[in-house]
């Protein structure tokens, strides 16, 4: 399933709710979990991976999501910080599955974790492809 | 794991994408599909199982969303039409898991799949309860 | 200030509230009604102008709003239908502002009101360009 | 029009634009900026003037927003940091025109500006009331 180590390191991002998160039960809207994952993982790709989505991009290279995984423990609500934890759980030929865990600041109690898939995709043709050597050489940390 | 009939009725709704669903890939917003599952569910509680979202908050009830999993197949985009397909795939004591499936209209290919668990919860203590008989009547359908 | 008729006509678009768009104080989030404009403007201008949003793009053109104004008399809630109209207040060599109304439905009670500017631009050098004549026509109406 | 004194104190949060904020034109969706200030009053309210959101929740008081005006001058796009800079523009007996300006870091270029009216509403009646003094005081700084 995957060549790389069992061992990948973990990142933290920290984020602040925004009012307009919270939905009518007064809690982040289960949706916007993900959204911070996306931020934490922008801010991560470029800072601790050293390849930035935008570099990705002028590669002509994009990652789609290919599914995603949420377990939700425990709600965040107005005015919470959190810090998103994200790693790579494994890398196959054409994609990588990323895990992440969302704890509450600062107590850091468990709000959610889960995990996305990504396939690696030729921005023209729209097909997958495999990950360049270079790129995977990045990842694999 | 469940003490409800095998097979449960599939619902259908119809939605449109909104062009504020659309994100910098130019496609629908990854998070966005559950967005439309929680709108079809919304209406499908009311329209066809009889028991509004509403008349739950009305007993002092709540469904929480435990956990959620998307596979994403072909993405949807600005102008497009869908149908979204939910349906009860199993009761517990106290919660259910919503199968749902999303797609394109007029073709009908999958644009998207997967499941919602949900927790009933008693939205003065916070806690998980049974599922009332007469809503576990209504809903086993 | 405009060299456009004085009386262009209305044109409506029926929409419903999707749970998402609920905020914390339990109706449509403000910034929410700008976004049932600009639905409603995406199909009127293909449907009532004869111009799609994906024509102009394939033009190279795009309408970049400049200013935005909201005055909000009754929210939406959960579960509401409205209808949201729109209309060419002015033309100007560049520009359009766009005039809006949002009623509820069925009273037909005015939930809000306002007006949006627009710059046609060119999307290769991002800066404002006249309005083609055949595109003025269509929309002087 | 207003009885409160002419120079008011302005206050700056800084934010990240979040990748869920980028429309289908690659730059921050138009309706985000309010999103933004939104998020800046909040911190500023508890930060800046000593009485919290959730201040006047409890005292069964809240802020509704009856106009708004915002003039886009240079859209935010992704990965951009900004400041938002709020004050009071002019209080009258039942609300107050908030102003504010958001400025891209670190050039600090005007991105947008604008303002929001508010009143102040009896969230059990749904009516507005007057500004208590209290209230008035910590506003007048």
């Not at 600062?106 to 898939?117: A, L, Q």
Request: with cysteine.
């Amino acid at each position: 399933m995957s060549d790389a180590p069992d061992i990948f390191a973990k990142f933290e991002t920290e984020l602040d709710v925004r009012p307009d998160d919270i939905d009518l039960y007064q809690h982040v809207h289960s949706t916007r979990y993900l959204d911070y994952v996306l931020a934490a993982r922008f801010t991560q790709m470029e800072r601790d991976y050293g390849m930035s989505m935008q570099e990705f991009t002028d590669r002509g290279l994009g990652w789609f999501m290919t599914s995603s995984q949420v377990n939700y423990k425990r709600p965040l609500g107005l005015g919470d910080r959190m810090v998103v934890r994200c790693w790579i759980e494994s890398i196959t030929e054409r994609g990588c599955r990323v895990g992440f865990e969302i704890d509450r600041l600062p107590t850091r109690k468990r709000s959610c974790d889960g995990f996305c898939d990504y396939s690696l995709v030729d921005l023209t043709s729209g097909r997958s492809v495999a990950i360049p050597d270079d790129v995977r050489k990045k990842y694999s940390i």
